[in-house]
Antibody, heavy 122, light 108 residues
Framework: QVQLVQSGAEVKNPGASVKVSCQAS????????ITWVRQAPGQGPDWMGW????????NYAQEVQDRVTMTTDTSTSTAYMEVRSLRSDDTAVYYC???????????????WGQGTLVTVSS | SYELTQPPSVSVSPGQTARITCSGD??????AYWYQQRSGQAPVLVIY???KRPSGIPERFSASSSGTVATLIISGAQVEDEADYYC???????????FGGGTKLTVL
């Protein structure tokens, strides 16, 4: 069965960086993209961007594009997302999810990881 | 930036039909999707491509999309359907994903 397993919770100081991993299993990794979504406490989900796994192409949300890098390691079926220059408002649960769909019709996410809580606090 | 607008809350009695709307200018060109999120859990896809139901999702969940408004319909809502529901789509220019603000469904 399809599974996405994320790395554990992190606590970081403001200004630091965090790198969250997402290991996929149960499907051919480079046949689907990976998206990252975050959800601040008490808020709705926010799309952060996605990566096309077979060629590494990325598309980032404007709000985070200067501080976020998404990568993959196809040898281990693992996706990574790094956020730099962390601020208190980056405190959120970060989810990876498998991306489906097309450019013309739009993309969506069918399987999700369990989420990784990143807390930014001094 | 592109926005999807949902009502903050909807309340129905058990067995009634709940309707949650989502409005967005690009919905005539892009599919709408619906996610259910229970407290402390990851979102779950309940509707894809405007009106299709993934396997394992109860038949009481259905949806439609007309013009700039997509609607999630829960026929015969049950107590276990209490959750936050988010519509999702992509903008028509940069293919960026967008979630609606979410609707809290109360069934009591």
């Amino acid at each position: 069965q399809v599974q996405l397993v994320q790395s554990g919770a992190e606590v970081k100081n403001p200004g630091a960086s965090v790198k969250v991993s997402c290991q996929a299993s149960g499907y051919t990794f480079n046949h689907y993209g990976i998206t990252w979504v975050r959800q601040a406490p008490g808020q709705g989900p926010d799309w952060m961007g996605w990566i096309t796994t077979y060629n590494g192409n990325t598309n980032y949300a404007q709000e985070v594009q200067d501080r976020v890098t998404m990568t993959t390691d196809t040898s281990t079926s693992t996706a990574y997302m790094e956020v730099r220059s962390l601020r208190s408002d980056d405190t959120a649960v970060y989810y990876c999810a498998r991306r489906r769909g097309t450019d013309s019709d739009g993309y969506y996410f069918d399987y999700w990881g369990q989420g990784t809580l990143v807390t930014v606090s001094s | 930036s592109y926005e999807l607008t949902q009502p903050p809350s909807v309340s129905v009695s058990p067995g009634q039909t709940a309707r949650i709307t989502c409005s967005g200018d690009a919905l005539p060109k892009k599919y709408a999707y619906w996610y259910q999120q229970r407290s402390g859990q990851a979102p779950v896809l309940v509707i894809y491509e405007d009106s299709k139901r993934p396997s394992g999702i109860p038949e009481r969940f259905s949806a439609s999309s007309s013009g700039t408004v997509a609607t999630l319909i829960i026929s015969g809502a049950q107590v276990e359907d209490e959750a936050d529901y988010y519509c999702y789509s992509t903008d028509s220019s940069r293919n960026h994903g967008v979630f609606g603000g979410g609707t809290k469904l109360t069934v009591l």
